[in-house]
């Protein structure tokens, strides 16, 4: 298996809702990533795992709150999100923190706040 | 600092000719660089990676770059364009021993008939 799974691929959510993101890899990496990209744009670091610790958090805002359950899933739970949050959120994954071979990204998961 | 500028934001080539996209990099001490590719409404899949081995790195689907140090550049080249290959192409730097990717802005590719 070489592929990040993210679900779901589509989500629409009010600005009072709570819902979850999730990130599978049966790939044996130990470091996971959340970034978000606007449209038009590259790719914005949020959050990096890695042993399934909390490494690095770019300084976002409290109603997104990443967790790491076990080595393979990675979870960004959001509540109480703004319009302006809608975007394409990605996950990633590397063998270990440094990066060296590469990140493996999964395909998205298009996010709508109403 | 680090940084990384993708000269290009749009490059339009018809199909079966050369394609370049240009990026130049900022960073201390032997970097790690990537391109990535991103089509419409997907994410992001490694087309080819430099890590101090061979200056000329091939990647997939006949894509190749060029590592110079002396000009700080790492542009993506291809001898024949085709169809398939219209998407959005990022430069990815991550510096030495510092676990961060800079991403450059994007080139966007359009391969006409």
């Known amino acids: 298996d070489t592929e990040v799974t993210q679900t779901p691929k589509h989500l629409v959510m009010g600005m009072t809702n709570k819902k979850s993101l999730k990130c599978e890899q049966h790939m044996g990496h130990r470091a996971m990533y959340w970034y978000k990209q606007k449209a038009k744009k590259p790719p914005e670091l949020m959050f990096v795992?890695?042993?399934?610790?909390?490494?690095i958090n770019e300084s976002v805002p409290s109603r997104f709150s990443p967790e790491c359950p076990n080595s393979s899933l990675l979870n960004l739970h959001l509540h109480a999100l703004q319009p302006e949050d809608s975007a394409l959120y990605l996950c990633?994954?590397?063998?270990?923190?440094?990066?060296?071979?590469?990140?493996?990204f999964g395909s998205g998961t298009r996010l709508t706040v109403v | 600092a680090q940084s990384v500028t993708q000269l290009d934001s749009h490059v339009s080539v018809s199909e079966g000719t050369p394609v370049l996209l240009r990026c130049n990099y900022s960073s201390s001490y032997s970097p790690s660089l990537f391109w990535y590719v991103q089509h419409p409404n997907k994410g992001l899949q490694l087309l080819l990676k430099y890590t101090s081995a061979a200056t000329l790195v091939k990647g997939i689907n006949g894509f190749e770059a060029e590592f110079k140090k002396s000009e700080t550049s790492f542009h993506l080249t291809k001898p024949s364009a085709h169809m398939s290959d219209a998407a959005e192409y990022f430069c990815v730097v991550r510096p030495f021993n510092f676990n961060k990717f800079y991403f450059g802005s994007g080139t966007k590719l359009n391969v006409k008939p």
């Open positions: 795992y890695s042993y399934e610790k909390l490494s």
């Open positions: 990633a994954s590397s063998q270990d923190r440094t990066g060296n071979y590469g990140y493996t």
